[in-house]
């Protein structure tokens, strides 16, 4: 997971910050010029509650003991002079610490881990950190049980080759890697290729039986081919 932050980078050049330049209990851009703005490539977790991937401005509304990190949804805006509270994605609590004093606002990222990074926004004479959590173990795992499980399809492909390929396997055949196919993941493909199978071997009950069950098993970005599968198998007669 790539966390990015783009910002300016003021000095305190011999000013008074906190609850001077920079107001307690205001929004304030999280830097100079342009409001500061995050990344994440992936949905994260920011001191335990949920963020979805993408880019964000981030504000924060400081305060001697307590501050408010913002991450709001519109990127792109000089300061916070249009900051708009009702498009926050995430606003989290963060508790600043005394720290040494650093002439030019920061971030630093001192603790990492396989799953989580202690972000650290530094300036003058204040630290305050926030966790962002990416769950990297639990997603990486995933992959790899995704990875192990049986393929669906290549047999399937093979089906498929053979049957718009006259003579190229039996339907001896074309029906084992079909089923095969079935076996470890039933769905439109497979049972659509099924049930065209059925219908050249002239089960045609069969055959339509089948086919409305490839359409049940439709995902949203497959309607045109339940449209041509409610086209054809209306088609078929014994």
Known sequence: TDVTITYSRPGVKG????GDLVPFD???RTGANEATSITFSDDVKVNGQALKKGTYSLHTIPNAS?????????ADQWGSYSYDETKDALR???KPEKAAFTEWMSFEVPKISTDEATIVLRW???AVPFAVNSDTTAKTLAAFKNALKPDWRTPLQAAQFAFDNTGAASDAEINAWIDQSIKIVENTNNLWLKARMQQRAGNIDEAKKTAALAVSKATEAQGPLVETIKSQSASWKK
């Open 66 to 74: 307590e501050w408010t990190i913002i991450f709001n949804s519109v």
């Open 92 to 94: 989290v609590k963060a």
């Open 124 to 126: 003058e004479n204040v």
């Open 26 to 28: 205001k929004v304030w």
């Open 15 to 18: 000013r008074t910050i906190w």
